[in-house]
């Protein structure tokens, strides 16, 4: 599986961006899609997945400023990110997984800053 994701930049303070993450390959196994994320000096930790189905679990911190969503038919999910803090500033990486598979890509840097 590959995963190619795109849209991390910097961004001012009340802010938005929009991260987008493409699986190829063998995917058929893959159900459950989202982001994680890892700030200098901290763990990486779930912003947000969302299940073939469409059930979504987004941490607190990011509830009602996040959106995740994703198109079934392209193999792509998405976060909407809007109301951006400084804290929001991390690595943000893809991560798709199922029966016996769990991949992560590359990683995106979002860096909000004015």
């Known amino acids: 599986v590959q995963l190619q994701a795109s849209g991390g930049g910097l961004v001012q303070p009340g802010g938005s961006l929009r991260l987008s993450c493409a699986a190829s390959?063998?995917?058929?196994?893959?159900?459950?899609m989202g982001w994680f994320r890892q700030a200098p000096g901290n763990q990486r930790e779930l912003v947000a997945v969302i299940s073939s189905g469409g059930s979504t679990n987004l941490a607190d911190s990011v509830k009602g400023r996040f959106t995740i969503s994703r198109d079934n038919a392209k193999n792509t999910v998405y976060l909407q990110m809007d109301s951006l803090k400084p804290e929001d500033t991390a690595v943000y990486y893809c991560?798709?997984?199922?029966?016996?598979?769990?991949?992560w890509g590359q990683g995106t840097l979002v860096t909000v800053s004015s």
């Open positions: 991560n798709v997984r199922g029966a016996l598979v769990n991949y």
């Open positions: 390959g063998s995917i058929s196994r893959i159900n459950t």
